[in-house]
Each structure stands twice: as structure tokens, then as C-alpha cells.
């Protein structure tokens, strides 16, 4: 039972650039959700989804764009990268009355 | 509007004492809370968490906290730390009528602990 993967794990981006962060939960989870974590803020709310084709906005989503086509996966996109958006990006999903579970995460460095 | 703070972003102690760690946090209505713990370059992992039962929580790895209504808060302690405690820590708060389900996250910004041999 792999949990929750996402992929990369590292990348490293040129501002401008766009890309795609992969989350796949194996769980039959109906939530899922996105984070950032940066140094000194704890994480914050990005998008989260509360089911196939739900979506909906966190605390900080500007800047990031997501879908919901299978229960299975969450990709999180970025379209334009800018430095700000350096972090480290955790996914997490989370079945009913249940504590969420998260993936380890992929470090993007925007240059 | 929720909101969690964790008193102290960096706490020291010696391998054998208590650990502390503070959380209070502010709600509308009475939350869930949580615990999770970071080890370097890893995920969060749940410690303990809180949906209205007993007030006393007992976690993983010896830890536990306490909730307390009139005080707002939900410290995270535990008997004698061990070296292998040494991670950082976040304290979350849910509201539970968000959809039937706890999903909804604010986190704390978190406190690291270091363990001194």
C-alpha cells in the first residue's frame, strides 16, 4: 500500500517556466488537498478537493491551477513560475473521519 | 476564522526531560485538533488527535495532550525525551461541521525541538 506519492521529488525551474506536480493516492480517498511549506509559516492551504471533478481554493492559491478527473489523482499545476513560488509542496489525502495523509513531498526551487 | 499558535518556534531540552509544547488556538465553534510531527525531508505524520472524546490524548511515541476549552489550548507533552524526538512540530485545528468531514486544515506555524544529549 504505497499511501500517497507525488513526483518529483526535486525540481528546479526557471521563472516563466510552467509545470505539473503529480499526487496519487491509492486509498479511495475523496479528499485531497495541497500545501506549501515554507520556513517559519507552517503549512498552507493551496487548493483542495472534496471529490472527482470538486475543486476548490485554500488560503494561497494564486498562482496555481488544479484538476480532479479520478478519485486517484490531484496534480497541481503551475503556469507561469515565479520565485515566490519556491517551496516545499505536500499533498495529502484523507478518507471520512479519518487524520490526513500526507505524501514526502517535492522540493521546487524557482530560479 | 480559525487560527492556531504555537507559543515558541524553537524549543531546546536534554535528553530525559519533559517536553512541552504549546498550542493555543481560536474557533467558533468546538474544533478537532490535531498534532503532527516532520522529520528532516519527510512528510507529516499524525501523533495524536482530538474530536471530542476525552480530553486527555494519548499518541504515538509516548507523547499527549490535553484539551482545554477554557484555556483555548491543546499542549502536546511528554514524560522523558529521547534523542529520536528531535523533529518539528504542528499543532492543526479542523472545524468539524466543515462538510461532515474534518478536512479543513489551519496549521500552526510550528515549533522545532532539539534534544540535548
Known amino acids: 500500500n504505497a499511501g500517497v506519492t507525488q513526483t518529483p521529488k526535486f525540481q528546479v525551474l526557471k521563472t516563466g517556466q510552467s509545470m505539473t506536480l503529480q499526487c496519487a493516492q491509492d486509498?479511495?480517498?475523496?479528499?485531497m488537498s495541497w500545501y506549501r511549506q515554507d520556513p517559519g509559516m507552517g503549512l498552507r492551504l493551496i487548493h483542495y478537493?472534496?471529490?472527482?471533478?470538486?475543486?476548490d481554493q485554500g488560503e494561497v492559491p494564486n498562482g496555481y491551477n488544479v484538476s480532479r478527473s479520478t478519485t486517484e489523482d490531484f496534480p497541481l499545476r503551475l503556469l507561469s513560475a515565479a520565485p515566490s513560488q519556491t517551496s516545499v509542496y505536500f499533498c495529502?489525502?484523507?478518507?471520512?473521519?479519518?487524520?490526513?495523509?500526507f505524501g514526502d513531498g517535492t522540493r521546487l526551487s524557482i530560479l | 476564522a480559525q487560527s492556531v499558535t504555537q507559543l515558541g518556534s524553537h524549543v531546546s531540552v536534554s535528553e530525559g526531560a519533559l517536553v512541552l509544547l504549546r498550542c493555543n488556538y481560536s474557533?467558533?465553534?468546538?474544533?478537532?485538533l490535531f498534532w503532527y510531527v516532520q522529520y528532516p525531508n519527510q512528510g507529516l505524520q499524525l501523533l495524536l488527535k482530538?474530536?471530542?472524546?476525552?480530553?486527555l490524548v494519548k499518541g504515538i511515541n509516548g507523547f499527549e495532550a490535553e484539551f482545554k476549552k477554557s484555556e483555548t489550548s491543546f499542549h502536546l507533552t511528554k514524560p522523558s525525551a529521547h534523542m529520536s524526538d528531535a523533529a518539528e512540530y504542528f499543532c492543526?485545528?479542523?472545524?468539524?461541521?466543515?462538510?461532515?468531514?474534518?478536512?479543513?486544515?489551519?496549521f500552526g506555524k510550528g515549533t522545532l525541538l532539539t534534544v540535548n544529549p
Open positions: 495529502a489525502s484523507q478518507g471520512p473521519n479519518q487524520p490526513q495523509h
Open positions: 486509498m479511495n480517498h475523496e479528499y
Open positions: 478537493s472534496v471529490g472527482a471533478g470538486i475543486t
Open positions: 474557533s467558533s465553534v468546538p474544533p478537532y
Open positions: 482530538y474530536t471530542s472524546a476525552a480530553t
Open positions: 492543526a485545528v479542523s472545524d468539524p461541521n466543515s462538510g461532515g468531514s474534518n478536512y479543513k486544515l489551519t
